[in-house]
C-alpha cells in the first residue's frame, strides 16, 4: 500500500508541474487581453475623423490607422486562441493523470478493499484522498478553462461594441481565477506531501 | 522615388566628356568572360554587404522608432497631468503653499526633457534611413583600372561610362540581376523614406504641445526641427524645392493632392491619443512585404538577414 502511495506523490508533483506552466500560460494571457482590450479601447476614437488633429492633411489617414489596428488586434486574439489550446492542453494531462490513477486501482492486481482505500499508515495520506485530490485539482482546471474561454469570446464580442467597464470586469475575471481557490489547492497538496512538512 | 535612382555613368559624367572621347566598343554588351569571372564575386561581396547593412539600419529604426514612442507616451502624460493640475483633487496636500505651481513646474521640466529625447530618437530615425538609402544606392559594382591592366578592381563609383556596373545583368547569385536587388531594395526602402515623414508630422505636433499659454512656441511644417534637417531630407528627396518646404507627408501608393499641413497646437487628450497610436502603427510600413524581401534576398544569397 505504501508504494501504491508513493506512486500517488509522484503523480501530485506532475500535476505540479503543469500547474507551474499553467502560471506561465495565465501570465501570457493577461498580458494578451491587456493589449487587446487596449486596441478595443482605442477603436471608438480612432473612428472619429475629428480625433485625428494635423493628420487629417494625409488622405486616408484614418482607414489605414484603423486597419492596421484591426490587424494587429486579429494577430493578438489569434495567439489568445493559441493560449487557449495550452490551457486545454493542461486541463487533459491533469485529466488524464488522475483517469490513470482510478484505472490503476479499479483494474490493478491488488483490488485494495474499501478498508485499505481509507488507511492512512502515519502521516501519509489514504488512497482516498489521492483519488480525491486529483479528481478536485482536475475539476478546478477544468471549469477555471471553461470560464477564460467564455471570457475570450466574450472579448471578440465586444470589439465591436466596446464599453470601458465591461473590458475592466472581464480581465478582472481572468486574473482572479475564481475556480482555483489558492487556499484549496494549497490544502490538497499538505495533506499528500504532509510527511515533507513535518 | 528619383532620390533612389542609382547613379548611371551617364548622370556622373557630362555629354561633352561623351562626345570628345570616342568610345572603342558601342554596345554595353555583356562583359568578357574573363572579366565576368572576376566581377561576379565581387559583386557578390558586395550586394552581402549592402543588404546586411539594410538589415541593420532596418533594426535601428525599430529601436529609435520604438523609443520615440515611449518619449512621446512621456511626454503626452506630463503634459496631460498638468493641463489636469488645476482641477484635481489634492486633499491634504492642499493647504502646501504653491502645491500646485511647483508641480506644474515640474512637469514642464519633464516635458522639456521628453521633447529633447523625442528629437533626438526622430534625427536617429532620419540617420537609419540616409542610411538605408546609401546601402540601396552602392549596389552596383563597376570595374576600375583600365582594363589592360593586370591588377583588375571593383568599386561603388563608376569609372567608365560604358560600365553599368551590373556585369551586362547577369544574375549574381542564383536568379537575380543588381538591377532587380536594386528594384527590391528601393521598395523596401521607399516605406521607410513615407513613414519617416508621417513620423516628420507628428514629433511636430508633439514637440508643438506647450506647458505655457497656448500659442506661444507652436512649430510649422516649414520649420527645421534641427540644423541640417532639410539638408538630410533633400537626400531623401522629401524636400522640395519649389516650395522651400518638406514635402507634405501621405500614405504609400496614394496620388493625392495634398493640402497644404496645417499644424494644430493644443489638441486634445483624444487627438494626443491618435497621434500616439498612429505612431505606432506605422502606416506606411508593411512588416510582412519586408520580412518577404529579405527572406528572398537571404535565400538568394545564402545568408540569413534579419
Given at each position: 500500500m505504501e508504494a501504491m502511495v508513493k506512486k500517488y506523490q509522484q503523480k501530485f508533483r506532475k500535476v505540479r508541474d503543469e500547474m507551474n506552466r499553467w502560471d506561465e500560460l495565465q501570465c501570457r494571457l493577461i498580458s494578451q487581453f491587456r493589449n487587446a482590450s487596449s486596441i478595443i479601447e482605442r477603436l471608438q476614437v480612432l473612428q472619429d475623423p475629428s480625433n485625428y488633429g494635423a493628420l487629417n492633411c494625409?488622405?486616408?489617414?484614418?482607414?489605414?490607422?484603423?486597419?492596421?489596428?484591426?490587424?494587429?488586434?486579429?494577430?493578438?486574439?489569434?495567439?489568445?486562441?493559441?493560449?487557449?489550446?495550452?490551457?486545454?492542453?493542461?486541463?487533459?494531462?491533469?485529466?488524464?493523470?488522475?483517469?490513470?490513477?482510478?484505472?490503476?486501482?479499479?483494474?490493478?492486481?491488488?483490488?485494495?478493499?474499501?478498508?485499505?482505500?481509507?488507511?492512512?499508515?502515519?502521516?501519509?495520506?489514504?488512497?482516498?484522498?489521492?483519488?480525491?485530490?486529483?479528481?478536485?485539482?482536475?475539476?478546478?482546471?477544468?471549469?477555471?478553462?471553461?470560464?477564460?474561454?467564455?471570457?475570450?469570446?466574450?472579448?471578440?464580442?465586444?470589439?465591436?461594441?466596446?464599453?470601458?467597464?465591461?473590458?475592466?470586469?472581464?480581465?478582472?475575471?481572468?486574473?482572479?481565477?475564481?475556480?482555483?481557490?489558492?487556499?484549496?489547492?494549497?490544502?490538497?497538496?499538505?495533506?499528500?506531501?504532509?510527511?515533507?512538512?513535518? | 522615388m528619383e532620390a533612389l535612382e542609382s547613379p548611371t555613368p551617364s548622370s556622373s559624367y557630362s555629354s561633352s566628356y561623351l562626345k570628345s572621347q570616342p568610345i572603342p566598343s558601342s554596345t554595353p554588351s555583356p562583359l568578357p568572360s574573363l572579366m565576368s569571372r572576376l566581377w561576379r564575386p565581387a559583386a557578390q561581396r558586395n550586394l552581402r554587404n549592402q543588404w546586411s547593412k539594410l538589415a541593420s539600419h532596418r533594426q535601428q529604426w525599430a529601436s529609435s522608432s520604438s523609443s520615440g514612442k515611449s518619449h512621446a507616451n512621456s511626454l503626452v502624460n506630463?503634459?496631460?497631468?498638468?493641463?489636469?493640475?488645476?482641477?484635481?483633487?489634492?486633499?491634504?496636500?492642499?493647504?502646501?503653499?504653491?502645491?500646485?505651481?511647483?508641480?506644474?513646474?515640474?512637469?514642464?521640466k519633464q516635458q522639456e526633457r521628453y521633447r529633447i529625447k523625442l528629437l533626438s530618437s526622430y534625427k536617429d530615425m532620419v540617420a537609419a534611413v540616409i542610411q538605408m538609402v546609401n546601402a540601396c544606392r552602392s549596389m552596383r559594382c563597376y570595374q576600375t583600372g583600365t582594363s589592360n591592366c593586370t591588377l583588375v578592381q571593383f568599386s561603388n563609383s563608376a569609372g567608365d561610362q560604358n560600365d553599368t556596373g551590373d556585369g551586362g545583368?547577369?544574375?549574381?547569385?542564383?536568379?537575380?540581376?543588381?538591377?532587380?536587388?536594386?528594384?527590391l531594395a528601393k521598395q523596401l526602402v521607399r516605406m521607410f523614406i513615407m513613414?519617416?515623414?508621417?513620423?516628420?508630422?507628428?514629433?511636430?505636433?508633439?514637440?508643438?504641445?506647450?506647458?505655457?499659454?497656448?500659442?506661444?512656441?507652436?512649430?510649422?511644417?516649414?520649420?527645421?526641427l534641427y540644423q541640417g534637417e532639410f539638408d538630410n531630407l533633400s537626400t531623401l528627396n522629401l524636400f522640395s524645392e519649389e516650395t522651400c518646404e518638406p514635402v507634405p507627408p501621405k500614405l504609400m501608393d496614394r496620388k493625392s493632392d495634398t493640402p497644404a499641413v496645417q499644424c494644430k497646437n493644443q489638441p486634445n487628450p483624444e487627438v494626443l491619443q491618435v497621434y500616439l497610436t498612429t505612431w505606432l502603427a506605422e502606416v506606411n510600413i508593411n512588416a510582412h512585404r519586408i520580412d518577404e524581401i529579405f527572406s528572398l534576398i537571404g535565400e538568394e544569397m545564402h545568408v540569413s538577414l534579419s
Open positions: 494625409i488622405d486616408g489617414i484614418r482607414d489605414e490607422v484603423l486597419r492596421k489596428q484591426m490587424e494587429s488586434l486579429e494577430i493578438n486574439l489569434l495567439s489568445m486562441k493559441r493560449t487557449m489550446e495550452e490551457f486545454h492542453g493542461i486541463v487533459f494531462s491533469i485529466e488524464k493523470i488522475h483517469r490513470d490513477s482510478k484505472q490503476q486501482i479499479k483494474g490493478g492486481s491488488s483490488k485494495p478493499n474499501a478498508k485499505q482505500l481509507q488507511q492512512r499508515v502515519g502521516v501519509k495520506p489514504s488512497l482516498v484522498d489521492c483519488l480525491d485530490g486529483l479528481l478536485v485539482l482536475y475539476d478546478m482546471h477544468h471549469s477555471e478553462y471553461r470560464l477564460k474561454a467564455s471570457v475570450v469570446s466574450a472579448l471578440s464580442a465586444l470589439t465591436l461594441k466596446p464599453s470601458a467597464s465591461d473590458l475592466c470586469a472581464l480581465q478582472q475575471l481572468l486574473v482572479d481565477q475564481p475556480n482555483i481557490p489558492k487556499e484549496e489547492v494549497q490544502f490538497i497538496f499538505d495533506i499528500i506531501f504532509a510527511e515533507e512538512i513535518c | 506630463a503634459h496631460l497631468s498638468q493641463r489636469y493640475m488645476p482641477s484635481l483633487e489634492l486633499g491634504v496636500l492642499n493647504d502646501m503653499p504653491d502645491i500646485r505651481k511647483k508641480a506644474c513646474r515640474k512637469l514642464c545583368g547577369v544574375s549574381v547569385f542564383v536568379f537575380l540581376s543588381i538591377s532587380s536587388h536594386e528594384k513613414e519617416l515623414n508621417v513620423k516628420r508630422l507628428l514629433v511636430l505636433e508633439l514637440l508643438s504641445i506647450s506647458c505655457e499659454v497656448p500659442q506661444d512656441i507652436g512649430l510649422h511644417w516649414g520649420d527645421q
